[in-house]
Structure formats: C-alpha cells, structure tokens
T-cell receptor
C-alpha cells in the first residue's frame, strides 16, 4: 500500500476529448508532483505543488492543466492531446521540499494513457 | 546541462551479487535516491544518501562519493523478484529530482 492512489489506471482517448486524471495521497504530505514516463526515458517532471501552490512548471504544453484544490488531491486536466502524449503519468507526494530527506517521493500506481 | 548516467541493462544470476552504477553531473547536490520499479508498477523508494559512504539496508546497500559524482546500488543474494528497473535520481540545488533513465536488471536462475 503506497498511500498514493491514482484513477483511472488506464485511459484511452481521442485527440479531441477532454479528460482528467486524479491523484490522492493519504500520507499527510505537503508537496505533490506530476510526472510523465515514456519508455526508456528518464522521468519527466511536469508540475510541482507545495502547500497547494504551484512551484514548478517545466515548460509543459498548455493542453495539460494541473489543479490542486487541497494538499491531498491533485488533478491533471487533459484536452486536445497528441499521440506523442501517450505515456504513463505518475503522481507522487513528499513530506516537504527542501532537503534533509523530506523530499523522498512516494508514487502512485500511474495512469497508462493512450491517445488515438 | 544536468545529466544522470546509468547502464541500460544488466544481467545477473539468482543468489549472486550485482552492483549498479550511477554517475551524475548536476547543478548542486542535496542528496541521491535509488528507486525500484517493476514493470507496469510505480517506482518504490529504496535508499537516500546525502553524505559520503555506504548505507546498508538488508540485502540492499547504497554508496555515495560526492567528490566523484558517483553512486552505486549493491544487491546481494539476488532473488527472482529483484528483476526490475532501478532508477537513480539526484536532488539538485532547486530541490528538484533529476532522474536517470533506469537500469533494467534481469535475474536468471
């Protein structure tokens, strides 16, 4: 039991669809992250929220839109995606940001996204 | 630029020992992490090193040399369930994790 849940686990969508990915952490953490994982590539950090404020936005296309309504929930809203956006989308949380081991990230199981 | 290098794939025998190396060049250093990721699953935390030396945790140990920009993960008494990808990541000066592409470890009977 990782303490971080994600839904849905699998998603197939067309390029004109709008969908949302949901992440929930039950660890009492203050920071949450969205990553994209493509085959044989390093994890790509997309967004970071700390205490519900977005602190990182690594040049992600605007067709990806994050939302963090509270410290336990994180959403990734998707619209007009491209086939190259097909990947595993991982959510993670950490106690805090700022060193001393509090940055240890705990991951959810991921959403396998396929864009047709 | 920031860079994490680790071998793409390694093969080892059940019961043996394997060492997975990681070298890094990053803007600042606030710690190095190792994660294990089984196919189709989430990465799970294995170890965190911020000071030089060896940290032992059961069958797994992790070593860090900050002056050399080098770490390794040592797995002893290999079991079939250790077949997975092992990810090295460095926390940079902005407290952002920089990830390697992972090492796929194949265990043979």
């Amino acid at each position: 039991e990782t303490g971080v849940t994600q839904t849905p686990r699998h998603l197939v969508m067309g390029m004109t669809n709008k969908k949302s990915l949901k992440c929930e952490q039950h660890l009492g953490h203050n920071a949450m992250y969205w990553y994209k994982q493509s085959a044989k590539k390093p994890l790509e950090l997309m967004f970071v929220y700390s205490l519900e404020e977005r602190v990182e936005n690594n040049s992600v296309p605007s067709r990806f839109s994050p939302e963090c309504p509270n410290s336990s929930h994180l959403f990734l809203h998707l619209h007009t995606l491209q086939p190259e956006d097909s990947a595993l989308y991982l959510c993670a949380s950490s106690q805090d940001r700022g060193g001393s081991g509090k940055d240890t990230q705990y991951f959810g199981p991921g959403t396998r996204l396929t864009v047709l | 630029g920031q860079n994490i290098d680790q071998p793409t794939e390694m093969t080892a025998t059940e019961g043996a020992i394997v060492q997975i190396n990681c070298t890094y060049q990053t803007s600042g250093f606030n710690g190095l992490f190792w994660y294990q990721q089984h196919a189709g699953e989430a990465p799970t935390f294995l170890s965190y090193n911020v000071l030089d030396g060896l940290e032992e945790k059961g069958r797994f140990s992790s070593f860090l040399s900050r002056s050399k920009g080098y770490s390794y993960l040592l797995l002893k008494e290999l079991q079939m369930k250790d077949s997975a990808s092992y990810l090295c990541a460095v926390l940079d000066s902005n407290y952002q994790l920089i990830w390697g592409a992972g090492t796929k470890l194949i265990i043979k009977p």
